[in-house]
């Protein structure tokens, strides 16, 4: 497999920071739906919040490595089978999923930086505060947060379904040039 995405399939790159993003935006998920319920006497109390915030960041600079990649290495056409709406719904969704993620990234990071403290990534370097506002922003941050959250899970849950339709219905490509596999190109002499 390439590097490197060509103008039929997805590069090794592309595929591993695509389904790594998706892993860990639903282990972030589900981490941060399980530590709100915590109780201030629990173990995890404390050490969940940090974990959540240093995956974050991790995670705020594999989509950014994505964007960049995006353009170093352009993703593969749109299959000709598509129709014109299937094209822009797709183009729609991808860049609606970016930006509903930095957003995500942007909230997270005003509930963490509230009081004025910088954010540790597992003690490698700290991101520090650039805006302070304390309750008043750490409780709207939070709930813009929350929603955000649910609205980037259901979304990529629609943009899931839709890859599947695409596999079963359809019986297309899509899902599985994600997936590794390579489309046999049919040069215009051999059509």
Not at 70 to 90: D, E, I
């Amino acid at each position: 497999m390439m590097w490197r995405n060509s103008p039929q399939h997805y590069g090794a790159v592309s595929i591993v920071l695509h389904w790594a993003s998706a892993l860990t935006l639903y282990g972030m998920f589900a981490l941060g739906l399980w530590m709100v319920g915590l109780g201030y006497y629990d173990s995890w109390y404390h050490t969940a919040p940090e974990l959540h915030k240093s995956i974050g960041i991790l995670l705020l600079a594999a989509s950014l490595f994505r964007l960049l990649w995006r353009v170093f290495s352009p993703p593969p056409a749109p299959l000709r089978t598509y129709s014109v709406t299937v094209r822009r719904t797709a183009a729609i969704t991808h860049w609606l999923l970016y930006g509903l993620l930095f957003m995500l990234f942007i909230s997270g990071y005003l509930i963490s930086t509230a009081e004025g403290k910088s954010i540790s990534v597992f003690g490698w370097f700290a991101l520090p505060a650039l805006l302070r506002g304390a309750g008043a922003q750490a409780d709207l941050a939070g709930e813009i947060h929350l929603w955000l959250a649910w609205i980037v899970v259901l979304v990529s849950a629609l943009h899931a379904l839709a890859a599947l339709k695409h596999h079963i219905i359809d019986r297309d490509m899509t899902l599985k040039r994600m997936l590794g596999y390579r489309i046999a190109v049919i040069s215009e002499k051999e059509k």
